[in-house]
């Protein structure tokens, strides 16, 4: 381990360097990546001079017990040792974890798509329910949310919304959320008090960017339309929609969200190319079955991946099998404590995955 640190104190010093000249600055792709590297670097190094203390303490005690020459001194360096030997293997397993080779797109924003499944109109409302769940936890976490295109129910919520989510660290947190989100309830339009099963899928895509996946725009056929729904005068008089049909897969994104025909253009060519490097993801996920295995968030989309029952008050992730009876402040934005037993599960398999590596 410490062989392993001082690999890293290294790496952080060639860094620390690198991000105050002044060429690196100018670059700022360059400077963004590096200025990462440097975050993630110390968060090791600080754990390493915890670490360190810790096995000179161990050693400092040992010293003194071997000695014995002092009874009270050798009382407490058994107190100092069978602290610092306790707190020794969670710092290692905390050190090991962090060593492990991060997942590039983890720090990215991301394109969320929510579409309602099966259930009619209720699967509309729930899938709207899971917008204003999402946008709440967002606003909690301080990032920003971009509707890009919507598709409104007739009795509510949404047949399909897409969002944009900028802050830190957006997709490694949101990405545990793709896969279908199943709903027991009452529906508004049940006169018999009869409990119904809904659905709705979400897809998180990491935002791909230029440098990540290069979009021909000559397989991409541009089609400008006239707005629909509510929208003020522009609607249905300028040709401010943008839809987009990708010849080589039959993809199509469509965007009206703006007023401005090339604002919808830009929001537009963004799902696409966060959908299409999306694709790409999932082939090197595919091909790569022990890293799939280790993934709770790569698991398949069509899958059931949690439950939100209304009578009984619970939502349950079946994932991990976690249950929490907590349904009403779960769905207005409190999913915090499930991303983290997900996020517990997914460190948990990464570390043993890395035990021959490491």
Request: charged fraction near 30%; aromatic fraction near 6%; include cysteine.
């Amino acid at each position: 381990m410490v062989e392993k640190l001082q690999i890293v104190e290294q790496r952080f010093d060639e860094v620390n360097d690198l991000i105050i000249q002044p060429d690196i600055i100018a670059d700022q792709k360059r400077y963004i990546k590096l200025n990462k590297e440097y975050k993630d670097l110390k968060q090791i190094i600080d754990k390493g001079v915890v670490y360190k203390e810790l096995l000179a303490n161990i050693q400092e005690a040992e010293e003194i017990i071997s000695d014995g020459s002092d009874d009270e001194m050798v009382e407490m360096a058994k107190m100092q040792l069978e602290e610092a030997k306790e707190a020794l293997p969670k710092i290692e397993d905390e050190i090991r974890f962090l060593l492990i080779p991060k997942d590039p797109d983890d720090a990215k924003n991301v394109v969320v798509e929510v579409r309602a499944g099966t259930g009619g109109d209720e699967a509309s409302i729930f899938a709207g329910d899971l917008f204003r769940m999402y946008s709440k936890y967002c606003s909690d976490k301080g990032w920003s949310v971009d509707v890009v295109s919507m598709n409104e129910g007739t009795s509510g919520g949404f047949k399909e919304i897409i969002f944009e989510v900028t802050g830190e660290d957006v997709y490694g947190t949101l990405k545990f959320e793709a896969g279908v989100h199943r709903v027991q309830r009452v529906p508004q339009t049940e006169t018999q008090g009869r409990v119904h099963t809904s659905a709705a899928t979400v897809m998180v895509l990491p935002e791909a960017e230029d440098i990540d996946f290069e979009l021909d725009m000559s397989e991409v056929r541009i089609e400008r339309t006239t707005s629909t729904g509510p929208g003020g005068q522009s609607v249905n008089t300028t040709y401010s929609a943008i839809k987009l049909h990708h010849e080589p897969t039959g993809m199509i994104v469509s965007c009206q969200d703006q007023k401005s025909s090339h604002k919808n253009l830009e929001k537009a060519i963004k799902v696409l190319r966060s959908r299409l490097y999306d694709l790409e993801l999932e082939k090197q996920r595919a091909a790569d079955s022990e890293k799939r295995k280790s993934m709770v968030s790569s698991g398949d989309r069509s899958a059931k991946i949690r439950t939100y029952n209304y009578p009984q008050g619970r939502v349950t992730d079946h994932r991990i099998g976690l249950t929490l009876y907590d349904l009403s402040n779960i769905i207005n934005g409190d999913i915090q404590k499930i991303i983290d037993e997900l996020m517990l599960a997914e460190n948990t398999e990464l570390l043993k995955a890395s035990d021959d590596v490491l």
